[in-house]
T-cell receptor, first 114, second 111 residues
């Protein structure tokens, strides 16, 4: 299994501000994934964070809006910049591990933008 | 592109009932399929993973089956309890380490 610590667990933010979400894994992993889950929706992949290189963003997501850091093999941050109410979602980090590539998730960050 | 569909979107059952949740996917070239549980406002907890070469996996009251050729998986929950109330999601992984999620089934088990 994998233990993933994600914080903050929730936040209420004002329009136009930025929030940085942290994700700490209990052991080294090559890739860390950042997802967004809008209210009542399924998960959408924002980007894949690799240590030592730029994150790979999915269609519809850009680095200026969602900058990602990956300073080492156990830690990553996702920043939601210049927030608007449309950014209100649950943000999740995840890793996959083991020979069966099992996917593990952090506890999520529930973001509300006023 | 892989599409994952879960039916029903919501389900309400009395305590003690056995139930089946369905997941279908359009591309049978998968590496594995995983079932998750999500409580409101929280992250996802892995329940069962079935590799593409397997037909089913069991954990306690849960049993997941996979029919790769027809693009279907089922999650069977025996003797449901109120504590089983949550949203259940399935996800398929392709051979390029990409994951595709269904929209989930919201389960309510009434005492």
């Amino acid at each position: 299994s994998a233990v993933i610590s994600q914080k903050p667990s929730r936040d209420i933010c004002q329009r136009g501000t930025s929030l940085t979400i942290q994700c700490q894994v209990d052991s080294q992993v090559t890739m860390m994934f950042w997802y967004r889950q809008q209210p009542g929706q399924s998960l959408t992949l924002i980007a894949t964070a690799n240590q030592g290189s730029e994150a790979t963003y999915e269609s519809g997501f850009v680095i200026d809006k969602f900058p990602i850091s990956r300073p080492n093999l156990t830690f990553s941050t996702l920043t939601v910049s210049n927030m608007s109410p449309e950014d209100s979602s649950i943000y999740l980090c995840s890793v996959n591990r083991g020979s069966d590539e099992k996917l593990f998730f952090g506890s999520g960050t529930q973001l509300s933008v006023l | 592109k892989q599409e994952v569909t879960q039916i029903p979107a919501a389900l309400s059952v009395p305590e003690g009932e056995n139930l089946v949740l369905n997941c279908s996917f359009t591309d049978s070239a998968i590496y594995n399929l995983q079932w998750f549980r999500q409580d409101p406002g929280k992250g996802l907890t892995s329940l069962l993973l079935i590799q593409s070469s397997q037909r089913e996996q069991t954990s306690g009251r849960l049993n997941a089956s996979l029919d790769k050729s027809s693009g279907r998986s089922t999650l069977y929950i025996a003797a449901s309890q109120p504590g089983d109330s949550a949203t259940y999601l399935c996800a398929v992984q392709n051979n390029f380490n990409k994951f595709y999620f269904g929209s989930g089934t919201k389960l309510n088990v009434k005492p």
